[in-house]
């Protein structure tokens, strides 16, 4: 196990989760004594539109994966329509190697709720709806916990600590789609409809849930805005780049001696995270990696130096994504990794377009034909014209999503699919497991 150099660790930057080892940390009395909805207060004595302006200033992006300037998405919802505005925030965390929200729900539920109170504020909501996947249960405990503790204390309901600002918040668990955390799609579900994404436009900044302006924003992009309002626009540019400010919560997991939420300043690479969490497992070197979960295009050994930051990952030929960094060895099978995701996009596929829901279920069977040894030169082919069938004509980013792993994998890692095919590598399927793969 490597020790971390000293300018290695000044990239740990503890923001988010500097309570997340506090003694009940989840509780309100112990948010409150580490200054918990000190923010509120500050930010209910200035005016909405100085809000917007400061969260543009800061420049906050969204942590979702899109990475939307999120002042910029606040202030498209117009001002004096008549109609409700809504917040709702994106808590549907679901991809494989995702789970930096979990945790920060888990552990810190009361500044995900203090955000939420003053971005509503912010954009002029009444109503704000927090929509948690169905499978995390635990986190949704604490979450709804956390919301009767403020209503308690009076930072939820009517006049809000006398500033006659009124605001209701429904925590709803959604029933385990991924596909719902495509924001449109969450919308529906929020109604009560079956959760697939709609066309746009119209844009949920005016034509959102119910038909009214609403800002949909991720869990960690929302948490994020209490420490803003508490610290600055200013502190917060001190850390990350120039283009991509703040900290990050990057989600190391792998082949690595200590796996677990590494919160960085962003632009810290993978060499240095690595360094972080101890380096790699005994007998193991880095083979490939995913800088923000399985649906961002793989990186390699000779991405280590990489700033991991929107704009340097998508220079690069990625996308930071969730930072979700999945990390494997030369001792796991690039081929077989991407069919295990396609296996996920595949089940996962809400059905609605046919290149996603046509595409996905007849790569899978490619990848299957490929993994027990009766793989062709053609299925190479084949997948990339799917994937090319996929991309960009799906209804919604999922399903581009889908082809990020098959496309870097064939453009890295080609030998290993052709290694299957010649018979060098032995099948990792068995001929049962083959089964309608033809």
């Excluded at 810190?108 to 109503?127: C, F, K, M, T, W």
């Excluded at 849930?209 to 309002?229: D, E, F, K, Q, R």
């Excluded at 340097?312 to 996308?319: E, K, L, Y």
């Excluded at 095919?421 to 089964?435: M, Y």
């Amino acid at each position: 196990m490597t020790t971390p150099r000293p300018e290695t660790l000044a990239k740990l930057t503890p923001v988010l989760t500097k309570r997340w080892l506090s003694p009940d940390a989840w509780r309100i009395g112990t948010y409150e004594k580490l200054d918990g909805y000190a923010a509120l207060r500050k930010a209910l004595k200035a005016h909405p539109d100085d809000l917007i302006q400061l969260v543009k200033d800061s420049g906050l992006r969204g942590r979702g994966g899109a990475g939307f300037p999120t002042g910029l998405k606040w202030g498209f919802i117009p001002q004096g329509d008549g109609k409700p505005h809504y917040l709702v925030v994106n808590a549907d965390e679901g991809e494989p190697g995702t789970c930096k929200d979990l945790p920060l729900m888990t552990h810190d539920p009361h500044s995900l709720v203090e955000g939420v109170i003053i971005a509503s504020y912010a954009i002029r909501a009444n109503r704000a709806y927090i929509y948690i996947r169905g499978e995390a249960v635990h986190a949704a405990r604490r979450l709804r916990n956390a919301v009767q503790e403020a209503y308690a204390k009076g930072y939820l309901g009517r006049n809000i600590l006398g500033s006659g600002f009124d605001l209701e918040l429904v925590v709803h668990s959604g029933a385990g789609a991924y596909i719902c955390g495509e924001e449109t799609a969450l919308l529906d579900s929020l109604e009560g409809f079956r959760g697939q994404p709609r066309l746009r436009p119209p844009f949920p900044a005016t034509h959102g849930l119910y038909a009214s302006p609403t800002v949909v924003n991720n869990v960690g992009t929302i948490a994020s805005v209490p420490y803003i309002v508490l610290g600055g626009a200013a502190w917060w540019k001190t850390m990350g780049t120039e283009k991509s400010s703040g900290p990050m919560i990057y989600s190391l997991s792998g082949r690595i001696a200590n796996p677990g939420q590494y919160e960085c300043s962003m632009g810290v690479t993978l060499r240095e995270l690595l360094e972080l969490a101890g380096g790699m497992q005994p007998g193991h070197n880095l083979k490939f990696w995913t800088p923000g979960g399985s649906s961002t295009p793989l990186l390699t050994a000779e991405h280590l130096d990489v700033p991991l930051d929107f704009e340097s990952v998508a220079a690069a030929g990625s996308i930071l994504g969730t930072t979700a960094t999945q990390i494997f060895s030369d001792q796991d099978c690039p081929v077989y990794a991407t069919y295990r995701w396609l296996e996920f996009y595949h089940h996962e596929s809400c059905g609605k377009c046919t290149p996603c829901r046509e595409g996905n279920y007849w790569m899978v069977r490619v990848y299957r034909r490929i993994l027990s040894g009766q793989g062709t030169y053609e299925d190479l082919d084949t997948l990339l014209d799917t994937c090319d069938n996929i991309l960009g004509r799906s209804f919604c980013g999922l399903g581009d999503g889908a082809t990020s792993s098959v496309t870097s994998s064939l453009q890295y890692f080609k030998q290993d699919y052709l290694d299957y095919i010649e018979g060098r590598t032995a099948p990792k399927l068995s001929d049962k497991q083959l089964v309608g793969a033809h």
